[in-house]
């Protein structure tokens, strides 16, 4: 009751239990901070989707530090420059992936704070793999040719597998290079494809489809510059405050509805605070 009648004493509450941070910072107002991320609906997008927002992730990342009274712009960027963004401190975080960091070797720089998984599907054409696409393995698929976006966190895992990858500067061309028959798959997160299949071809969706198994699951959250250690206090104090008053789960809903819950949609560190916040835990957040 008292998360639902006051909010600002839960948020106090909270601000108050973490260590490191002057009662004056704590309270502070008119701080702003801007952040480097990219162009990927509907995780982080410069336009808005109407009745939802700039995407889930900005959202969630917008809220958690709206409830530290911090305000956030985003500076949208391609994803090759992500990495070095943070690392040259021109941007005291990404909200990305560190998966990306960890693929260029520079994730020893860095600290994340993660707010949800996302998994990446071979998108394809219906008319193309009439039964579908069935394979065992990822180095089953050497002969076709398949798009992907250049920098992305799939990079080592298909390279590993071998695959002839034709290497694509935006997920928006990937996927008209799929719709033109130029490339046999193109290489997307789930939602983040079907939203775009669907912005792109409302009246021809049907066409496309995606393969069951993911062939990467990926992490999103907010990647700091280890030096930014007030930053991720206070973040990470935004995540305590959204997760005990609901909004983290409103804005999950307003973007996946129920379709997202299930055991590999939250972090590690998601279930671990949910679980010390509330003494008895929500099934939504529990695995069978």
Same mark, same amino acid.
């Not at 989707?49 to 305000?71: C, H, W």
């Not at 401190?89 to 998966?99: R, V």
């Given at each position: 009751?008292?998360?639902?009648?006051?909010?600002?004493?839960?948020?106090?509450?909270?601000?108050?239990?973490?260590?490191? !941070? %002057?009662?004056?910072?704590?309270?502070?107002?008119?701080?702003?901070?801007?952040?480097? %991320?990219?162009?990927?609906?509907?995780?982080?997008?410069? %336009?808005?989707?109407?009745?939802?927002?700039?995407?889930?992730?900005?959202?969630?990342?917008?809220?958690?530090?709206?409830?530290?009274?911090?305000?956030? =712009?985003?500076?949208?960027?391609?994803?090759?420059?992500?990495?070095?963004?943070?690392?040259?401190?021109?941007?005291?975080?990404?909200?990305?992936?560190?998966? *990306?960091? #960890?693929?260029?070797? +520079?994730?020893?720089?860095?600290?994340?704070?993660?707010?949800?998984?996302?998994?990446? +599907?071979?998108?394809? =054409?219906?008319? $193309?793999?009439?039964?579908?696409?069935?394979?065992?393995?990822?180095?089953?698929?050497?002969?076709?040719?398949?798009?992907?976006?250049?920098?992305?966190?799939?990079?080592?895992?298909?390279?590993?597998?071998?695959?002839?990858? $034709?290497?694509?500067? %935006?997920?928006? /061309?990937?996927?008209?290079?799929?719709?033109?028959?130029?490339?046999? !798959?193109?290489?997307?997160?789930?939602?983040?494809? *079907?939203?775009?299949?669907?912005?792109?071809?409302?009246?021809?969706?049907?066409?496309?489809?995606?393969?069951? +198994?993911?062939?990467?699951?990926?992490?999103?959250?907010?990647?700091?510059?280890?030096?930014?250690?007030?930053?991720?206090? $206070?973040?990470?104090?935004? #995540?305590?405050?959204?997760?005990?008053?609901?909004?983290?789960?409103? #804005?999950?809903?307003?973007?996946?509805?129920?379709?997202?819950?299930?055991?590999?949609?939250?972090?590690?560190?998601? $279930?671990?605070?949910?679980?010390? !916040?509330?003494?008895?835990?929500?099934?939504? *957040?529990?695995? /069978?």
């Amino acid at each position: 009751m008292l998360n639902q009648r006051y909010p600002w004493v839960l948020s106090l509450m909270i601000l108050a239990s973490w260590p490191g !941070l %002057t009662q004056a910072e704590a309270t502070s107002a008119g701080s702003e901070v801007r952040l480097s %991320t990219i162009e990927y609906p509907p995780l982080f997008q410069s %336009t808005r989707i109407p009745g939802k927002g700039y995407g889930v992730a900005s959202d969630l990342t917008q809220a958690a530090f709206e409830a530290v009274n911090i305000r956030v =712009k985003f500076d949208y960027i391609p994803m090759a420059r992500a990495v070095d963004s943070v690392i040259a401190e021109h941007h005291p975080a990404n909200l990305g992936s560190i998966n *990306w960091f #960890i693929k260029d070797r +520079k994730d020893q720089s860095v600290k994340v704070v993660n707010l949800f998984n996302i998994g990446f +599907k071979l998108f394809y =054409k219906k008319v $193309r793999f009439p039964k579908g696409l069935d394979y065992e393995r990822l180095n089953d698929l050497k002969t076709l040719q398949i798009g992907n976006v250049r920098g992305s966190s799939t990079t080592p895992v298909v390279n590993k597998a071998g695959l002839n990858i $034709r290497w694509i500067s %935006t997920l928006e /061309q990937n996927f008209k290079m799929l719709n033109a028959d130029r490339i046999d !798959l193109a290489v997307s997160g789930e939602t983040a494809g *079907w939203t775009l299949i669907k912005s792109l071809y409302p009246d021809t969706s049907y066409q496309f489809e995606a393969a069951k +198994k993911p062939i990467h699951q990926v992490p999103i959250g907010l990647v700091f510059h280890r030096s930014e250690r007030n930053l991720i206090e $206070r973040f990470s104090q935004g #995540i305590d405050i959204i997760l005990q008053n609901g909004t983290y789960m409103k #804005i999950v809903h307003r973007y996946y509805g129920d379709e997202v819950l299930d055991e590999h949609f939250l972090t590690q560190n998601i $279930r671990e605070r949910q679980s010390l !916040l509330n003494e008895e835990p929500n099934p939504l *957040w529990t695995t /069978q």
